[in-house]
Nanobody, 115 residues
């Protein structure tokens, strides 16, 4: 069955960096557009970034442009999110999700940025 497992979340200080990973199994990663989403405490789900199946097209929400970088390694069935210049507004649970309609999600990984 489809499985997405996020990792890499942690507590960091403002200005710090983290690299999130998402291990995919049960489907052919190279066939799917993939996303990172996040949910901050008391707030709704927010789309953060997306990457085309062949990595040619990358998309970001304005608030993370220039700070975050989405990437993938289809051979390893892995999706990544490099996050630099973190600030407290980035505190959230981060999820990877499959496809244009987020058909499958992982359990999430917690990112906490202290001021």
């Amino acid at each position: 069955q489809v499985q997405l497992v996020e990792s890499g979340g942690d507590l960091v200080q403002t200005g710090g960096s983290l690299r999130l990973s998402c291990a995919a199994s049960g489907f052919t990663l190279s066939s799917y557009h993939m996303n990172w989403l996040r949910q901050a405490p008391g707030r709704g789900l927010e789309w953060v970034a997306a990457i085309a199946s062949d990595s040619r097209d990358l998309y970001y929400i304005d608030s993370v442009k220039g700070r975050f970088a989405i990437s993938r390694d289809n051979a390893k069935n892995m999706l990544y999110l490099q996050m630099n210049g973190l600030n407290p507004e980035d505190t959230a649970i981060y999820y990877c999700a499959q496809g244009w309609k987020y058909d499958y999600w992982g359990q999430g990984t917690q990112v906490t940025v202290s001021s």
